[in-house]
C-alpha cells in the first residue's frame, strides 16, 4: 500500500509538470513572434521620435550658427560693399566652426551672391523660394532638400541692417555618416530615397544598408505614404519598416525608412525559449527527486501524531500536527488538529471574554486596570513617566436614542478604529463601557500627550458614516499625569474623569487636570441638585424681551427668557445652569414650564387686548422629544392661545443633531401654525440652503454680528444675511441691538425686526405692560396676528398713552 502511493504522488507529480512545461513552450512559441513583432513597432515608433529629435537638434544649431553669421559685422559690410571675396571667405569661416556642408548668401533678388561648395555658380536663382518666403514671414525657415544628389538639412535666415539686406542658408549634409549615427542611437537600419513625378524607382540618397538599399527602393512605391509600420519581404527577410514623408517641394518626393528585420527581433526571443526548455528538462529531473524523497517521508507519521499528543497534553496548542493524509492514518492526524485547535479556541475565548471588549475587541476596563497597574508598578521602579486619558462621545446619546443601537454600534466601532489608527502600539486603548473610553501613555512627555489629544480630537471631527449619513459625533477628553495628578490608578483614573468632564463643560476639547476642578465639581454637582428644587421651589421666573419692528417703529412681539433667583446664591446667569440641564436631561421639565408660563402669560395678554406675539427657545434635546407638538396643543388649548401667537427658536445645532427627525418635528409644529425661527444663525454649521428646506418663518441673526457691524466684513455678512433670508421668503430678526448706530444700520439694511438693551432689557410680565405704557416703541397699531373667528370683528391695539409721540 505504502508502495502504491509513493508511485501514485511521483508519477502525479512529474505528469502535471510535464503537461505544464509543454503548455508553457507551446504558449511561449506562439507569443514569441507576436511580441517580436510588437517589440519592432515599439522600437520604430521610439526610433522615429529620436530621428526627429536629431533633426530638431541640427536645426537648432544649424539656425544659432546662421544668426551668428548674419550678425557678423563684416559679413554685412562686405554684403553691402558686394566684396565677393570677403563673402566667401566669412560663409566658409562660419561653417567651418560648426562644420557646416554648405552655406550660401542669396541677394533679395533671390540670387546666389557665394556659394561654398559651388563658386562657378553665382548669380543662379537658389533653388528652394518656398524657405525664403517662409524666412520672410517668420525670421527663418528649415527643410529637408536634395541638392546635386545629396540631401541636406538646410537653414535659411535674413541679414539685417536693420532691413533685410540678404539671406543666409546653412546646411548640413545627410550622408551615410548621418544615417550610421542614427542606427548607432535606435538599432534601426535608416534610408533616405528621392523620387522625381514620372519615375518608378526611388533614387538612394543615403542608407545604412549598402547595396541592399536598392531592393528596399524597389519595393517602396507599394506602401502608402503615412508614416505607419509596413512589413515587405517573407520569411527570413521579413522587414517591418516605417516610412516618414518630408514636405514635398515642386515635382520631388524625399523620404526617411526607419526598418528592423523581423528574424533579428525574433531572435532573441528564441534564445528565451530554449532557455525554458533547458529550464523545464532540469525541472523535471528535479521534481522526479523531489517527488521521491516526498513520498519516503511521508511514510512514517506514527512518530509526529504521538508527539503532538503529547504536546496538548502538556498545554501547549502552539504547533499543529504535521501530518497529512487521505488514509486512515491522515484522518487521524486531522481530528488530532480539530482537537487542539478547539481547544485553544476555547481557552482564547475565555481570556477574551474576560478581558477584551465584545463590540470593539479592545481591552476592557478589568484589561485596562491591570495593564494601569503594571505601568504604575513599573513608573514607580524606574521613574518612568505615564499618562492617562479619559475620554467620552459628544452627542453620542443623541445617535443611539433617535437612529438605534445598530447605528450607535457602528459609531463605537468606527471610533475604536480611528484611535487604534492614530497611536502606537505599545499604547492602551480601552472601551470602559457605553461610549468611554481609556488611553494609557507610558514614557512619553506632556507635550506628546497633548499632541495625541489634539490628533485624537481632529480624527474625530470628520462625520462618522452610516449608510451614506454622516454622523457627528466629537470627543471631550480629560488628562491625568503620574505622579502629579494621582499615585495609584483609581485617583489618575477619577482625575482623568474629572477633567473630561471640564473639557465637556468648556467645549474645550480637552482639559488637563487641576486641582480647582474638586471644588468646581462639588459646585456644579450642589447646583445640578438644586436645579430639580428650582421649579418646585418657584425660584424659577419668565422674563420678556421687546422685539421691535424697524418698519413700524413698535413692539410686535416678546422673547420669553428664563431667570433662576437662588436664594442663597442669588441671580444664577442661564449660561450656568442650561448646559447640565441638558446633559442631565432636566432640560424637558424646564422647557415645560417656560412653555406653560409663556403660553399662560400671552393668552393672558390676549385677553387683555394685547395680542404680542411671545417666542420661547427650546433646545437639541426639547427638538428630539417626539411629545412635543402634542404639549404644545394642550397648552394652547387650555389658555386659548392662538397657534400664531407662539415662536419658537431653535438653534442651528439643535436640527444638525438628527436632521431627519428634526425635520418631522418642525413639519409637524409648522402644521399646528406655530411659527418657527432659526436662533443665533451663523454661529453653527447649517447654511441658508439647508435652512430653506425647513419649514422654518424667520432667522435670527447671532449678537455677536451685530455688535460688529462697524467692521465693513462684518456689516457685508449681516446685510447679505438679511437679504437672502429675504429671498426665502424669511422674516429676520436681529438680538443684541446695543445703540441706535445698530439700529439705523439694521433698518438701512431692511432687517424686520430687532432686539437689544437699546430698546429694552428683559423685564417681568407687570414691568413689561408698564413699559408699555410709556415707551415710545408702543404707539398704538391695529393687531396684525392670526386670532380666533370671534376676534376680527374688532381691532386690537398695544397699549399705549396717547401723549406719547408717534415716529
Not at 231 to 245: A, F, M, P, Y
Not at 710 to 724: M, N
Not at 765 to 779: D, G, M, N, V, Y
Request: net charge negative; charged share 25%.
Amino acid at each position: 500500500m505504502i508502495r502504491r502511493l509513493r508511485t501514485r504522488i511521483i508519477v502525479f507529480v512529474v505528469a502535471l509538470l510535464a503537461v505544464v512545461q509543454v503548455v508553457a513552450y507551446v504558449v511561449v512559441s506562439r507569443a514569441n513572434s507576436t511580441n517580436a513583432r510588437e517589440k519592432i513597432v515599439a522600437e520604430l515608433e521610439v526610433g522615429e521620435r529620436v530621428f526627429a529629435r536629431l533633426l530638431e537638434q541640427n536645426r537648432e544649431r544649424l539656425a544659432q550658427a546662421a544668426r551668428v553669421m548674419a550678425a557678423d559685422y563684416a559679413l554685412r559690410e562686405a554684403v553691402a560693399s558686394d566684396d565677393q571675396d570677403t563673402v566667401v571667405s566669412a560663409l566658409t569661416n562660419h561653417g567651418g566652426r560648426i562644420k557646416a556642408d554648405m552655406t550660401l548668401l542669396v541677394s533679395l533678388d533671390r540670387r546666389v551672391v557665394a556659394d561654398t561648395i559651388a563658386s562657378n555658380e553665382r548669380g543662379r536663382l537658389f533653388e528652394f523660394p518656398q524657405l525664403i518666403d517662409q524666412a520672410a514671414r517668420e525670421g527663418g525657415a528649415s527643410s529637408i532638400e536634395v541638392i546635386n544628389g545629396r540631401a541636406y538639412q538646410l537653414v535659411v535666415v535674413p541679414v539685417l541692417t536693420p532691413m533685410p539686406t540678404a539671406w543666409i542658408a546653412v546646411g548640413f549634409v545627410i550622408d551615410d555618416n548621418v544615417v550610421s549615427e542614427l542606427q548607432q542611437l535606435t538599432s534601426l537600419q535608416v534610408s533616405f530615397l528621392e523620387r522625381h513625378d514620372g519615375d518608378h524607382q526611388w533614387g538612394v540618397l543615403a542608407s545604412t544598408l549598402g547595396p541592399s538599399a536598392v531592393d528596399l527602393a524597389a519595393q517602396l512605391p507599394s506602401l502608402p505614404g503615412a508614416a505607419q509600420v509596413h512589413s515587405i519581404g517573407g520569411g527570413d527577410n521579413e522587414q517591418q519598416l516605417k516610412v516618414i514623408t518630408f514636405d514635398r517641394h515642386g515635382d520631388r518626393a524625399l523620404v526617411a525608412v526607419l526598418q528592423r528585420s523581423v528574424a533579428t527581433a525574433v531572435a532573441a526571443f528564441n534564445r528565451l525559449q530554449q532557455t525554458l526548455a533547458a529550464l523545464g528538462i532540469v525541472s523535471m529531473l528535479l521534481s522526479i527527486g523531489g517527488a521521491v524523497l516526498i513520498a519516503m517521508n511521508i511514510t512514517r507519521p506514527i512518530t509526529h501524531l504521538t508527539k503532538a499528543a503529547a504536546r496538548i497534553q502538556d498545554g501547549d496548542y502552539s504547533n499543529p500536527v504535521s501530518v497529512t493524509r487521505s488514509d486512515e492514518i491522515g484522518a487521524l492526524a486531522c481530528t488530532l488538529n480539530h482537537m487542539r485547535e478547539g481547544i485553544a479556541e476555547r481557552e482564547r475565548e475565555i481570556l477574551r471574554l474576560a478581558y477584551r471588549d465584545t463590540l470593539t475587541d479592545l481591552p476592557n476596563r478589568a484589561l485596562f486596570h491591570d495593564r494601569l497597574e503594571h505601568a504604575i508598578l513599573n513608573a514607580h521602579r524606574t521613574g518612568a513617566t505615564l499618562s492617562v486619558l479619559m475620554m467620552d462621545l459628544d452627542r453620542f446619546k443623541y445617535v443611539n436614542d433617535s437612529l438605534g443601537h445598530g447605528v450607535g454600534d457602528h459609531v463605537l466601532r468606527e471610533v475604536a478604529n480611528r484611535l487604534s489608527a492614530l497611536l502606537r502600539q505599545a499604547d492602551t486603548i480601552a472601551r470602559l463601557g457605553g461610549d468611554e473610553f481609556a488611553i494609557l501613555l507610558e514614557n512619553v512627555d506632556e507635550r506628546y500627550v497633548t499632541k495625541v489629544a489634539n490628533k485624537i480630537l481632529q480624527a474625530l471631527e470628520h462625520p462618522i458614516r452610516y449608510e451614506d449619513q454622516p454622523l457627528d459625533v466629537g470627543s471631550s477628553i480629560g488628562i491625568a499625569h503620574f505622579p502629579e495628578h494621582g499615585e495609584n490608578s483609581s485617583k489618575l483614573l477619577r482625575n482623568a474623569d474629572i477633567a473630561m468632564y471640564v473639557a465637556k463643560r468648556n467645549k474645550g476639547g480637552y482639559a488637563v487636570y487641576d486641582a480647582s476642578y474638586d471644588t468646581h465639581q462639588q459646585e456644579h454637582l450642589s447646583l445640578l441638585s438644586e436645579i430639580r428644587q428650582a421649579v418646585e421651589g418657584h425660584q424659577l421666573r419668565v422674563y420678556y424681551q421687546p422685539k421691535v419692528g424697524l418698519t413700524s417703529g413698535i413692539v410686535e412681539g416678546v422673547e420669553a427668557l428664563i431667570r433662576w433667583e437662588h436664594p442663597r446664591r442669588g441671580f444664577v446667569s442661564p449660561a450656568e445652569f442650561i448646559p447640565f440641564a441638558e446633559h442631565t436631561g432636566y432640560i424637558k421639565v424646564l422647557t415645560r414650564w417656560v412653555l406653560e408660563q409663556a403660553i399662560r402669560q400671552c393668552g393672558q395678554w390676549r385677553s387683555n387686548g394685547m395680542p404680542l406675539q411671545v417666542s420661547v427657545n427650546i433646545s437639541a434635546r426639547d427638538l428630539l422629544n417626539r411629545e412635543l407638538p402634542e404639549l404644545i396643543v394642550q397648552l394652547l388649548d387650555r389658555y386659548g392661545t392662538p397657534a400664531s401667537l407662539l415662536c419658537l427658536e431653535i438653534t442651528e445645532s439643535g436640527f444638525m443633531e438628527d436632521p431627519a427627525h428634526a425635520q418631522r418635528v418642525l413639519e409637524r409644529l409648522h402644521e399646528l401654525g406655530i411659527v418657527l425661527s432659526i436662533d443665533d444663525y451663523g454661529t453653527g454649521y447649517s447654511s441658508l440652503s439647508y435652512v430653506a428646506r425647513l419649514p422654518v418663518d424667520e432667522l435670527k441673526i447671532d449678537r455677536s454680528f451685530v455688535k460688529q457691524m462697524s467692521d465693513s466684513t462684518t456689516a457685508t455678512i449681516v446685510r447679505s444675511t438679511i437679504e437672502l433670508g429675504h429671498s426665502l421668503g424669511l422674516k429676520v430678526v436681529a438680538e443684541g441691538v446695543e445703540d441706535e448706530a445698530d439700529l439705523r444700520t439694521l433698518r438701512v439694511y431692511g432687517c424686520d425686526q430687532a432686539q437689544g438693551y437699546f430698546m429694552s432689557r428683559p423685564l417681568p410680565a407687570k414691568e413689561l405692560e408698564e413699559w408699555l405704557k410709556h415707551s415710545e416703541w408702543s404707539r398704538p397699531v391695529a393687531a396684525t396676528r392670526d386670532v380666533s373667528p370671534e376676534e376680527t370683528s374688532s381691532k386690537i391695539t398695544v397699549l399705549r398713552p396717547a401723549t406719547l409721540r408717534s415716529k
